[in-house]
């Protein structure tokens, strides 16, 4: 249809003028952003983009961690069906960078400045070979707390600084008859937590060379066993019915006041935001005990592919809405992150928000932002599903000692590198 | 089928007669040309395809195919893989999960199709009706039967919470959570979407079962549970023939299901080889292994259905 349109204009008006007045005006944009405030971060998107007349055409393939959304991409890309843009992680994009399939935003980026105000640790995977190739939407951080204020207030308990606290705060909740921690027990958000935990465990030093390094020493040491162990008593403050529970489920049980607390990373903020709920006054978000001053990150990217040239004006539209600081802005407000350049303001932000700016830009120049190896920022796909297995398979009883799954871990990676 | 044979073989005739008109020469083409398209469709689809992820099995490919030939690195580690019990690997649970549940469901829907088969069959009133009802499971997607049957056996949603709401608080049944237990919600929710259909087989081999047979056997004095035993079932082989290839391959491509019910089970203990495959072909982006363990699957099938095949049809011409 496209085609015979282009042809017919072209034999009317020459074929330059044809090319420029047929480009779609429209964004084909895979993700996974399907629950309630991650939909309505997206939104704000699409509105901008309908502001300069861009159509959406929204492709969203639901489940957490993106794993169903990533198979989907992988059957569009093989097909030659490229999207404009994809949610994409970490790892994802440096592959499909590799394979050869993405396009190029070096030029609105250097007209736009982006690499003097995007943080130089994500750009390692926005930039590949010297080209742009994404287009980082958001940082989030995986070590933080989400507590349900009016349950911190019956049983009295105050912020926990340090991992013993954490455990003396739960032991209250538990007294109190309340779940003392949400976790839902699927494989990425029992490794989400582990990171917080080998975090908090070892320090930022430790958290490096064990899991962005891959170090076999660190990976083997006491230190990681003592994490694992730690991560078991985490475990038994847990209700019976963990067990595959969905992430966002696990947050409405703090939202609601059956849990105390869950550990998960800021897009839980985005389902307090969805519930109308404030911080400080309904919740309270502490990093997690022992882990101040650290952030554990992950990013939304839109990977950008190499679609037609008619195609593309609109791509260079979304890149440059993306990464505007009105956007970065108003996105990041309600999805709970924290925008993915250091320049923008954190006028509109809540109490969260602007400690997770002013801690982002902290551990930017301190040299303690590290990637989240639960999420894909730690190391390749292959190492992260590796680990998230083990963690998993701990937790819910198949590894039974952290000697064990001390020694499974570093079989694991070692398979799979 | 049977006209397409006919025609072929009247081909050599007709050719031989010179001066054949044109449209008889196209009449006795038409059907190797209207097969054609499938038949290239299946070659390049399944065969080529098969052909294909064996190659792929040979090779380094992650995320994407690679064309390099590396050896059998893939199979030596699914091969060491296979003899991790403990802690299990992945595909150590995944082959253990379908032995397990392969067996169990195979076997118990087959003993509780032919069960109710035999009851609806003395002539019952009502038959018009209990026969849907028992049918009606089949025309389920195993997504939507995963599904209910997941708040089904939810302790916090289903069996075990209305239970307790209604006074026995001691009851307890969490097999959906619990590791070593959830293939077996798995075989439950399995048998019971298609034990309805089994009974149906078998409900049709018995009403072809000629009454004669049963009246001679029963003025020689044979009890009812003699003649079942000695007479029906063995009457019935051809539908157990028929209703355990239907099995076999459901069982094999019960995917859906464990997704759908356990999304995996915790720490991934409801895996099944056809999960494996997913997981590390798509999501963990080792397509070699993945593929690997797709090549190993048919061979299974094969060493399995290849033989049972035969032994069954080689006695047809008698």
Redo the contacts between chains.
């Keep these: 249809m496209l085609r015979k349109l282009l042809i017919g204009t072209a034999l009317g008006s020459g074929l330059a003028f044809a090319a420029h007045a047929q480009d779609v005006k429209e964004v084909e944009m895979l993700h996974w952003w399907t629950s309630g405030g991650e939909a309505a971060a997206l939104n704000v998107l699409k509105e901008d983009l309908a502001k300069q007349g861009f159509a959406w055409k929204d492709v969203p393939v639901a489940g957490g961690g993106g794993?169903a959304a990533?198979?989907a991409l992988?059957a569009m890309v093989?097909a030659g069906n490229y999207p404009t843009a994809s949610q994409m992680l970490g790892y994802t994009v440096l592959?499909?960078a590799a394979?050869g399939v993405m396009g190029d935003l070096t030029e609105a980026a250097v007209k736009e400045g982006w690499d003097k105000s995007v943080p130089a640790a994500l750009q390692k995977f926005s930039v590949y070979d010297g080209k742009w190739v994404a287009a980082p939407v958001n940082v989030h951080s995986v070590n933080w707390l989400w507590i349900n204020k009016a349950v911190m207030d019956k049983i009295g308990g105050t912020e926990p600084k340090t991992f013993d606290e954490f455990v003396a705060l739960l032991d209250k909740a538990k007294a109190a008859g309340v779940i003392p921690l949400a976790l839902g027990?699927?494989?990425w958000q029992e490794a989400t937590m582990f990171d917080s935990v080998v975090l908090s465990t070892g320090g930022p030093e430790f958290y490096k060379k064990a899991f962005n390094d891959l170090d076999e020493e660190q990976l083997k040491s006491d230190t990681m066993k003592k994490s694992f162990d730690n991560l078991a008593k985490l475990v038994t403050y847990v209700d019976?019915?963990?067990?595959?529970r969905d992430w966002n489920l696990a947050t409405a049980m703090v939202i609601k006041g059956d849990a105390l607390v869950q550990v998960m990373g800021d897009w839980a903020k985005g389902e307090f935001n969805a519930a109308k709920k404030t911080p400080g006054t309904d919740f309270l978000c502490y990093r997690f005990p022992g882990t101040d001053g650290s952030v554990v990150y992950n990013s939304d990217m839109f990977g950008m592919f190499g679609v037609p040239e008619d195609r593309k004006a609109a791509q260079v539209a979304l890149a440059t809405a993306t990464l505007s600081k009105s956007f970065q802005s108003a996105f990041n407000v309600v999805k709970g992150s924290v925008p993915a350049r250091t320049d923008v303001p954190d006028t509109d932000f809540d109490a969260c928000g602007k400690k997770g700016i002013a801690d982002l830009k902290a551990a930017n120049e301190g040299g303690t932002l590290f990637g989240s190896l639960a999420q894909g920022y730690g190391a390749?796909?292959?190492v992260a599903?590796?680990y998230k297995?083990v963690v998993?398979?701990?937790?819910?009883?198949?590894?039974?000692t952290s000697d064990?799954a001390v020694t499974?871990l570093v079989n694991a990676i070692e398979?799979?590198k | 089928m049977t006209t397409v044979t006919t025609q072929i073989k009247l081909t050599p005739e007709h050719g031989a007669r010179p001066g054949v008109s044109m449209r008889s020469r196209l009449q006795d083409a038409l059907p190797k040309i209207v097969l054609a398209p499938s038949f290239a469709i299946t070659i390049v689809f399944v065969y080529g395809f098969i052909l294909w992820t064996v190659y792929l099995s040979f090779t380094n490919s992650?995320?994407?195919p690679s064309y390099a030939l590396t050896g059998p690195r893939a199979y030596q580690?699914l091969w060491r893989w296979t003899f991790e019990s403990d802690?299990?690997s992945?595909w150590y649970t995944s082959i253990i999960n379908m032995g397990i549940f392969g067996f169990l469901y195979i076997f118990i829907c087959l003993a509780l199709g032919l069960f109710l088969a035999i009851l609806l069959d003395q002539k019952i009133r009502g038959e018009g009706v209990l026969r849907p009802i028992y049918l009606y499971p089949m025309a389920l997607s195993f997504i939507v039967t995963g599904v209910a049957w997941k708040w089904f056996l939810?302790?916090?949603l289903g069996l075990e919470q209305t239970l307790h709401q209604w006074g026995w608080t001691s009851f307890h049944f969490?097999w959906?959570?619990n590791?070593d237990f959830v293939i077996y919600t798995v075989v439950i929710a399995g048998v019971w979407q298609a034990s309805g259909f089994i009974m149906a087989m078998f409900l049709a081999g018995l009403r072809g079962i000629d009454g004669e047979i049963m009246k001679a056997a029963q003025i020689d004095g044979a009890t009812t549970f003699q003649l079942y035993r000695r007479i029906v079932i063995p009457l019935l082989r051809p539908v157990f023939l028929s209703a355990f290839i239907v099995l076999a391959h459901l069982a094999i491509k019960s995917y859906d299901l464990v997704v759908a019910l356990?999304?995996g089970?915790?720490?991934?203990?409801a895996w099944l080889p056809s999960n494996f495959m997913y997981?590390y072909t798509?999501?963990?982006?080792?397509m070699a292994v993945g593929s690997a363990s797709a090549v190993i699957m048919l061979m299974t099938i094969t060493a399995i259905i290849v033989p049972y095949l035969y032994s069954e049809l080689r006695e047809k011409p008698r």
Excluded at chain 1, 240 to 244: I, K
Excluded at chain 2, 265 to 269: D, K
Excluded at chain 2, 282 to 286: A, D, L, Q, S
Aim: aromatic letters at 8%.
């Design positions: 794993d990533m198979t992988k093989a592959d499909y394979a027990g699927q494989n019976p019915n963990f067990s595959g390749p796909p292959a599903n590796a297995d998993s398979k701990f937790v819910h009883g198949q590894i039974k064990e499974q398979d799979a | 992650k995320t994407f580690r802690p299990p992945s939810d302790p916090g969490d959906i959570k590791k356990t999304s089970g915790p720490g991934g203990s997981e798509f999501k963990r982006n080792e």
